[in-house]
């Protein structure tokens, strides 16, 4: 399958039996060096069974004496191997833990081929450039950016803004549900860009970072209930910190005259302060959940893009907005 080791793996590979000398292996590898991948890694087989047994490398070859037996020079261990159906991300973690140059595809103790670093650079390269335009909000292009078509371009990007714009639509229903607070109190729309941009910002960031950590496997599906713990009481801080800085500027503005807010400024305050505070704090949340949600379902976590978060945060954060209006401005604006 198509981003497994034995689609990406070589059968250029240097291995030789466990009878043979050090000298008999650098005389093969010479002979083999312009035929294969690479010559840094040897693997040893079984001569009977053809079962790989060790694998070592030409710096310990090369300090060995020729007559020494080939297994004299070898790790005393078994080599780090995967399976052919082992997945690109897999390998990469593999390689990077154990600092391999290459990595043996083992299928029943029998070596088919080996991955090399470049392979999984080259990989990890078109997944990251995968995931980036994911999360970016449009499909995956199939072709270097200059290369793409003018239709291709416009059905990868345009398929992905429709959504969004039909799911944007959610927002203008919410602000007319609240015509009534807007036309008594229009100085709230003032803040509704504000509102709107730090949920979906929060929710942005959470998304990034456990994305990643998905990515990197640092988290797994059963560790959505620990992200929340963690994003709750950060998005609170989060959004206070954002409220504080609200209300200072409101207050100023008021102080130093750039605008009159009105007799019920000190009110209209902290609503928004308020309102920052669970606007971020759901953004926080609800962003860090989405990618497990879309895991659990069989998704790619990185299609819960910026856009998707920001669209989903926006509806609900201004809900949020003329919900905590209505506690605080009723019997004075509203």
Not at 78 to 105: F, H, M, N, W
């Amino acid at each position: 399958p198509e981003g497994s080791a034995a689609s990406i793996m070589t059968t250029e590979f240097v291995s030789v039996p466990s009878d043979w000398t050090v000298g008999q292996t650098l005389d093969y590898i010479r002979k083999v060096e312009r035929t294969r991948e690479t010559v840094y890694a040897i693997y040893i087989v079984d001569p009977t069974t053809h079962l790989l047994v060790r694998s070592t490398g030409l710096r310990r070859l090369i300090t060995g004496e020729p007559d020494d037996p080939i297994m004299t020079v070898a790790p005393d261990h078994l080599p780090v191997t995967v399976g052919p159906l082992t997945d690109r991300e897999t390998l990469a973690q593999t390689i990077s833990k154990y600092d391999l140059l290459a990595l043996p595809v083992v299928d029943h103790g029998k070596i088919l081929g080996i991955v090399t670093i470049d392979d999984i650079i080259d990989t990890m390269v078109a997944e990251t450039t995968e995931d980036a335009h994911r999360f970016g909000g449009m499909e995956a292009l199939d072709e270097p950016y200059m290369k793409m078509s003018f239709l291709a371009m416009i059905r990868k990007r345009g398929g992905w803004l429709c959504a969004l714009f039909i799911s944007e639509m959610l927002t203008a229903n919410a602000m007319q549900s609240y015509e009534g607070e807007l036309e008594k109190a229009i100085v709230l729309t003032l803040f509704i860009p504000l509102i709107m941009s730090s949920g979906g910002n929060s929710g942005s960031q959470a998304t990034s970072l456990v994305i990643r950590a998905l990515a990197l496997r640092e988290i797994g599906l059963g560790d959505w209930w620990r992200v929340a713990l963690r994003e709750l009481p950060t998005g609170l801080v989060l959004g206070a910190m954002l409220g504080v800085v609200g209300v200072c500027r409101i207050a100023l503005w008021q102080y130093m005259g750039f605008y009159d807010y009105g007799p019920h400024w000190p009110l209209i305050a902290t609503t928004v302060g308020a309102a920052l505070v669970g606007i971020v704090t759901f953004g926080s949340l609800s962003g860090s959940m989405l990618p497990f949600a879309l895991k659990r379902i069989g998704f790619d976590p990185a299609s819960a893009s910026a856009p998707l978060v920001a669209t989903l945060v926006d509806v609900t954060g201004l809900v949020i907005y003329f919900s905590v209006a209505l506690v605080i401005l009723r019997g004075t604006l509203l």
